[in-house]
């Protein structure tokens, strides 16, 4: 038992507990222990009862079967590569920025009427780690295709058009404008620039870096100009054909091994 917590405690805190929200809210509603209806994003509810844990867990309410395992483990590969890639140092960085882009997902898909946000938050999670992933990085599509890291969120985009229709694809598409918004606010059109528009805006503030033992802004502002970016695969991994500076890739593995 030891042991196995101390392989959990070994996971990235934020990826840790993105990987956590999705098994706490998604496994329960599969054993039929809690009601879908439950943890929907019900705006009427949300806003005009409070119910405000519907903010929280209409993120992380996954799919069933072959769908929830691909959802968890492109969760975690993405968010444990952005988390010790470009925001290696940063926690705190990283979960106010994803504060503010989930809000901007919850914005983005009113006009869609959109119950979970689990698809379209993980697209913004692809879209921002292919932007950020090394020039010349490969990913292959269930080890079949394999094409620049770059085209993922539209191989994605494509994958939920055909299993779910244009609604799901249009859904999914607010979290590939969310994301493109973030790549270009927070850290401008090149990885490693000086950064974008909203480059201060995704500065966590002080409570927040304290709580998650992030250092000063300075600190943090140094570590994403050296830090590198993000190679995402579904699922299974390819070597990078590119090096970054200060992190190590390796190789890769297939997903579930």
């Not at 799919?63 to 590969?77: D, K, P, S, V, W």
């Not at 802004?217 to 570590?223: E, F, L």
């Amino acid at each position: 038992m030891d042991g196995f917590l101390a392989e959990i405690k070994k996971i990235p805190p934020i990826t840790r507990t993105l990987c956590f929200s999705s098994l706490g809210v998604t496994v329960p509603v599969l054993m039929n222990l809690v009601s879908a209806y439950k943890v929907l994003y019900v705006p009427r509810l949300v806003w005009g009862r409070l119910e405000l844990w519907r903010l929280y867990t209409s993120f992380f309410l996954g799919g069933g079967g072959f769908n929830f395992i691909f959802e968890i483990a492109m969760l975690y590969r993405t968010s444990e590569q952005l988390e010790t890639g470009p925001y290696a140092g940063r926690p705190a960085d990283l979960a106010w920025q994803l504060f503010w882009a989930a809000g901007a997902l919850v914005a983005a898909s009113t006009p869609m009427s959109t119950y979970v946000f689990t698809r379209p938050f993980l697209l913004c999670l692809i879209y921002i780690s292919s932007r950020l992933a090394p020039l010349g990085a490969q990913t292959s599509l269930m080890g079949l295709v394999t094409f620049p890291v770059t085209y993922l969120p539209f191989a994605m985009l494509g994958m939920d058009f055909l299993m779910g229709g244009p609604t799901a694809a249009a859904q999914s598409l607010a979290g590939a404008i969310v994301g493109h918004m973030w790549w270009w606010g927070v850290w401008g059109t090149v990885a490693g620039a000086s950064g974008g528009v909203l480059a201060g805006l995704g500065r966590a503030p002080a409570f927040l870096r304290n709580l998650l033992g992030q250092g000063s802004v300075q600190q943090g502002a140094a570590n994403a100009g050296a830090a590198g970016g993000v190679h995402v695969i579904p699922p299974r991994v390819v070597q990078a054909t590119a090096s970054t500076s200060g992190h190590n890739w390796g190789a890769g593995q297939r997903l579930g091994s």
